[in-house]
């Protein structure tokens, strides 16, 4: 049993070039990930200062704003793979959708947790429907709805061409969401811009360090994602 | 140089996931062929015939009709084919003539009552013309069936295991109907499972093995059997060119209407569902609640729920009988259906609120009648049009999976959440419940929603032909 298996394995890996692929085009991706994860925790917790007012609370912020940044990224990924599956039916395009949406909805839950944990910590309260946090609540649906609606189509086909409908127009909905709870009402400290200015170099620094890291992390994990994919098909074709 | 209605498949694969039903296939029909089509159960007889219809595409090659590419091909292209399959892509609520009337006007066909008449003479209709096609025998739905797929005297018909559940004397009438339409010059191709089947008529017998042409060989037909005299079916009817995309929106509207006035499901049931919503809801806010609140909450939720249930139901509709197939053949534009239902659904929705809204103002918002109607109506129709434009679109989507119209309030919800916020702030506020200081004013909610409904709406209307692609 364990021999069949192996050999299987062994077969599908000699028979995914998509897999392989991926993996000779950006070697360096691993390491140079792990080297920039290093460097960020030593930026997030040692190299920027204790903020005076937060404490060290204050430090969730650097995991919470790159997460932020990477779920918009892994929308707008979703977005343009499904016009590319549309127009072209590219099927590698519909597996960057599927990777980008589910590492989307991994990093979107991680906001929603570190936002709440923050909200407990300073305004005493786990959820406030402010602006920002209900916008990506229904983000975060969104995300769910993408996941959700791939799973329950059966027919590859039909769901990489179903889920790419939905991909375009939940895109185009965030903007529109973020406006109507934006008039809904207003509680969250603003980041740039008015009221948000005068955070210190090191706070800056370690901030951008971490929306570099979480990028190069999205990157890393999509690419595991769409090997793990390949190889997932490659076992699957050889079984039936 | 190829005749009329060649029909030519080229290198054709068809998969579905790791299924590779159809593997490099290739196969020339010249016109006038009466071709008989075998092969195991999953063989990709089947899935064959509908990528000819255009109901299916090819994974990948093509598929060639006249010597033009079927996806290239604009829609008119689909009038050379009649479609018929054990399913009947009739409306059930609606009577075999008015479904006849609704196919013949969306492909164009000059009189439709005539045309009708002298089908229903060839095929000895004139009984089951007036009643409901779903109360009709399994013989007398396939000969209504027949008339819809020869409406528009197409040039190649398509039949998909025609003779499931047909007694003995529907099959031989119905071999004999194919037998005339071959003489006339029409291409014939058949799906069967019996081997004695294929030497009724055919003079080409073709075994799909494989994913490929395993056998292909001229057959001589059996000697008819002696049957009643039959009537000579009219060879072709006067067309002229199909509806364009508003007209085609229409005809598909009426049907909605036509089908809903029969069975009165959308208005009776999500209507009575939206009011007891209402109702019972009511009782779990506190009283003298006013316009503040959740009261208003109510009202929209209780109106969403009525879309889901209303525009899932017509989609549900579609999909029962395929006749969801019969408007992917026509010869029209594809986003005329999702511009027909949408006008239906409005239509149907502008009914339930134009009697839930009024009872939601008397009983919820009992006594504040300082009521702002332009405000309220602006409001009322344009997040009913948001709602109906995204449930439109995604009711396609949810009835392709497996959840079916379950699926749908998944999909529907997260979309319409500015919607229904916008919603609500303004109804409260037309309804003269209370501001704000600093708050956005309902013209800006107001053009918030209509900047959801063309957003939205333009990327439904772009999108939903890939809905029709394949059902």
Known sequence: ?????????????????????????????GPLTLVSLIVFVYFAFFFAPEDAEQGQTQRIFYIHVPSAWISFVGFAVVFASSITYLTKRSQKADRLAEASATIGLLFTTVVLVTGMMWGRAIWGV???????????????????????????????????????????????????????VLWWRTLHPHVFGPGGGGMPGQMLAAMFVGLFTFTLVFIYLVRLRLQVGALTDAVEEDQS | MPVPSDLEFRQISKSFGRNHVLKGLDLTIPAGSFVALMGANGAGKTTLLRLAGGLAVPTSGTVTVAGVDMRKAGPGLRRMIGWVSHESLLYADLTGRSNLRFH????????????????????????????????????????????????????????????????????????????????EGRTIILTVHEIARAYEGATRLIVIENGKVGVDRAVVPNTPTELAPLQQLTTRPALIPPPNLWRAAGQVAAKDLRVEWRSRDMVGSAGLFSFIVLITTSFTTPPGGGTQGVTTGILWISLLFAVLLGVGRSMGRESADRAIEGLMLAPTARESVFLGKLLAGMIMMSVIELFVVPMFIVLVTTGQMTTNALELIGTVFLATLGLVIVSTLFSGVAAGSRLGDSLLPLLVMPLVIPLMIAAVETTRRALGGATAVGAVGVPQWIGLLGGFDLVVGVAAFATFAFVMEEQ
């Open chain 2, 104 to 183: 013949a006007n969306l492909f164009g066909v000059a009189d439709p009552d005539a045309r009708i008449a002298e089908l229903a003479e060839a095929l000895d209709l004139h009984k089951v013309l007036d009643r409901p096609a779903g109360v009709l025998s399994r013989g007398n739905r396939q000969r209504l069936t027949l008339a819809r797929a020869l409406l528009h005297g197409p040039d190649i018909l398509l039949l998909d295991e025609p003779f499931t559940g047909l007694d003995e004397a529907s099959a031989s009438r119905l071999i004999e109907i194919l037998r005339l339409l071959h003489g």
């Open chain 1, 126 to 180: 786990y959820w406030t429907w402010d602006p920002r946090l209900t916008s990506y609540l229904v983000l975060w649906l969104l995300y769910l709805a993408y996941i959700a609606l791939r799973a329950y189509i059966p027919d590859p086909a039909r769901k990489a061409r179903f889920s790419a409908i939905l991909g375009i127009i939940a895109f185009l909905d965030v903007p529109i969401v973020y406006l109507s």
């Open chain 1, 1 to 29: 049993m364990n021999s069949q298996s192996t050999s299987q394995l062994d077969r599908a890996g000699g028979q995914a070039p998509a897999g392989k692929n991926i993996r000779r085009k950006w070697p360096i991706l």
